[in-house]
């Protein structure tokens, strides 16, 4: 279903620790469930070339907070390309998203949006019980709105509680 690109990056806020704590046990268990998984992945780097690829990607922003936190900020310098991603690897492997972690191009589609699914509800529970917001929007709109905020240029944000979480078409 078309929809415009949201924009996160007016909402990040401090993880606290048990927050932080939360989020990397989430992607931890995710790691384990997927090493007995027939994931696979050779780092090329082609679904990191998110427009090209036809995808969008999703994330909340605890995840955001966690990957600038883990990682740094970095400001898209291609359209449609994850500024992480170099000479096909991820440069954030520690913070990447949920998205990121779960999709491989060698996976049923239908297998990966119910493991999403899944590691989403256990993301959303962590915010209630921490009194954080969900706030979903796309990965690039956000990298670009955290840019300009930090060069001191305010791009117009938007956010989202509702649609795709997910790298969709
Ligand atoms: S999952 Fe992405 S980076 Fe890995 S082999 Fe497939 S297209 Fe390439
Ligand atoms: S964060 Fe890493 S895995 Fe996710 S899109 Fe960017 S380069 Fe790819």
Known sequence: MPHRPTSIGAFIAPLDVSTRQ???????DLDRELRGSVAACEACGRCC???????????TEVELSYLLETRGAEAPREPGVCPYM???ACTAREGRALG????FCNMEVEVSERRYGRYLEFIRRLCDERGRPVYYG???????????????????????NEGPCWKTP
């Open 22 to 28: 939360g989020l990397a046990d989430i992607y931890r």
């Open 49 to 59: 070339r998110l427009a090209s690829f036809g995808h969008e990607l999703w994330l």
């Open 86 to 88: 170099e000479n096909g």
């Open 100 to 103: 990121c972690r779960i999709f």
């Open 138 to 160: 796309e990965l690039l709109a956000s990298l670009s709105e955290v840019a300009a905020s930090t060069s001191g240029t305010r791009s117009e944000s938007s956010s989202s």
